[in-house]
């Protein structure tokens, strides 16, 4: 999106607001590349925050939004990085609190909610609020796991609403590009129909099957059989079910759709070994594999 020689001015003070596994990992990445000049963190648990100071991930640290925000610039960059469901109320303490023109930002995995409620809150779409999302994670969470090399070789897709001004999108754009990720931009809406079906429903999915087994009579049996193939499929399964709960809500439309049109392809297999159709299987599995294996070679290549 931005290119070397067009970069906006750099960042005085990035403020974390939520200091968990991505707001940890963006903090630390941009202070070990130089991308800010301090990081003050918001988190609601002492021990975060301790441990952050402890770590070096962040200069300052503050237990309430109203004082990490005493004193901001309009040169700040806001980056929230609390679960989804939380960051409308901490929008509404940002409304409250934030003077300057600081530029507001989020790592969010679904958009369209937070824009509607951004535009509740402040009675129109604020020209100094860009919404992204990094598309790089794990299953693990908190700020013991983050990792400031995270985002290298990752895309990052920012949703700008149409009301920001050019300097905050160039702002946020820059601070993705100097963490090594590659920036793209769609509409918000158009983001979670995309991340449905690319993220949201393969989770939907790996809670499902490892909930089923779990509660199937032979538990002990079915696990100590379990091998490479349940390891990799249920790997995703081992993330923070609250933080999933919160962008299943958030995003429950696109992936309710996502899961009827996944019903409807398991039908199809169904019918294919009720019918003892070889055929038919094979057919599916073959366009899968062509599907995945090509999904290989263009990551290898985006790389
Ligand atoms: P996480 O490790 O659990 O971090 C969330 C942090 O937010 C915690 O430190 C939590 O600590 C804090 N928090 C929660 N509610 C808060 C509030 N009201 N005010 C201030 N701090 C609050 O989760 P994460 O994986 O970093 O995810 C954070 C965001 O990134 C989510 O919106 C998620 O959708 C998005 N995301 C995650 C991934 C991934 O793979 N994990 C990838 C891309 C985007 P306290 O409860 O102690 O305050």
Known sequence: MSDANDTAPPIRRLIVIGLGLIGGSVALGAKKRGLVKEVYAMNRSAD????ARDKGIADKTFQSI????EGASDEDLILLGVPVLSLGPVLEQIHKHLEADATITDVGSTK???VEKARQVWSTL???????HPIAGSEKFGVQAANGDLFEEHRVILTPTGAEDEHHLQRVSDLWSGLGAGVDSMTADHHDKVLAATSHLPHVLAFVLVDQLASMEEQTEVLRYAAGGFRDFSR???SDPAMWRDIM???KES???RIEEFESHLNQLKTALRDSSPEQIQ???ERAQKTRNGFLHKSEENK
């Open 236 to 238: 995703i399964a081992g």
């Open 112 to 114: 369209a909610a937070l």
């Open 126 to 132: 604020p020209s100094n609020f860009v919404p992204g």
């Open 255 to 257: 992936i309710s759709a």
């Open 66 to 69: 109203e004082e990490v925000l």
């Open 48 to 51: 975060t925050l301790e441990y």
């Open 283 to 285: 057919e599916i599995f």
């Open 249 to 251: 809500i958030a995003n």
